[in-house]
């Protein structure tokens, strides 16, 4: 399946190589986050923070549009409802971090850190591949494509080899993202939107899929031992044989398989 992410390439490149060199330090951060309010936010905007140790700060009244925040530790950080649109993230630890209504669109975030994030209600679109969101809640994200924007190719989540063991996906949208061998294996994904989602050699296995969505996905070799599928939406799969882990799979009756 050919990707088309040239776009987020582009875009993150530009606004790196534009930037101001802030060469901030943690110091400097936490007095301009000190002087914020809500008229006057903290100008982090299009800055240089790569590698900085930011942990446990408060940036709800922060300005981080495009900015460079590349191996920055972000680890218990307030984030909440803050707009990290243009943002290169890559490798970036957001661990035990509240992002949650987070608006996160065209970025690069592989290898990230998102373990025990709060993501729930955030808007993703851009590369996310081999990230760890082990345990991190994403209860109604929508991370699904961006339909409205279709001149640069298809806008949507890549999220490939991601760890999403354990993490709370419920009532989540990842229409038409790209989840090509992602750990699901205990992950709570009930009512989860997966339509027309790569999936192969994901691994679902003890999941709970009741009522999930997984309407034209591709399930080469994906694992289903032990998981919930209580519900589960299957129509427009085109190979069921290669599905994997079935015959351990509960609740197999009561799934939707067209």
Do not use: Y
């Amino acid at each position: 399946m050919k990707t088309h992410f040239h776009w987020a390439g582009l875009l993150t490149a530009f606004f790196c190589l534009s930037a101001p060199a802030a060469d901030l330090d943690r110091s400097t951060v936490e007095q301009r986050l000190a002087k914020a309010d809500k008229t006057h936010l903290a100008d982090l905007r299009r800055k240089d923070l790569t590698g900085l140790d930011l942990s446990s700060l408060d940036f709800k009244l922060a300005d981080l549009w495009g900015s460079d925040l590349r191996r920055a530790n972000f680890s218990n950080s307030e984030l909440s409802g803050v707009n990290l649109d243009l943002s290169v993230l890559s490798k970036v630890d957001f661990s035990n971090a509240n992002l949650s209504n987070t608006s996160i669109f065209a970025v690069h975030v592989g290898g990230a850190n998102l373990s025990n994030a709060n993501l729930s209600n955030s808007r993703f679109i851009g590369i996310m591949d081999r990230a760890n969101l082990s345990h991190a809640n994403l209860a109604h994200a929508n991370w699904g494509a961006d339909m409205k924007n279709q001149s640069m190719g298809l806008m949507r989540a890549s999220l490939n080899n991601v760890n999403f063991s354990g993490a709370n996906l419920s009532d989540a949208n990842f229409d038409r993202a790209l989840m090509r061998f992602a750990n699901f294996s205990g992950a709570n994904l009930q009512n989860t939107v997966l339509f027309g989602v790569d999936l192969s050699g994901a691994d679902f296995s003890g999941a709970n899929l009741s009522g999930a969505d997984l309407t034209g996905t591709s399930l080469e070799d994906t694992n289903f031992s032990g998981a919930d599928l209580a519900g589960t939406k299957f129509a427009g799969v085109k190979d069921k044989s290669k599905l994997k882990g079935l015959s351990s799979a509960k609740n197999v009756d009561k799934a939707i398989i067209d």
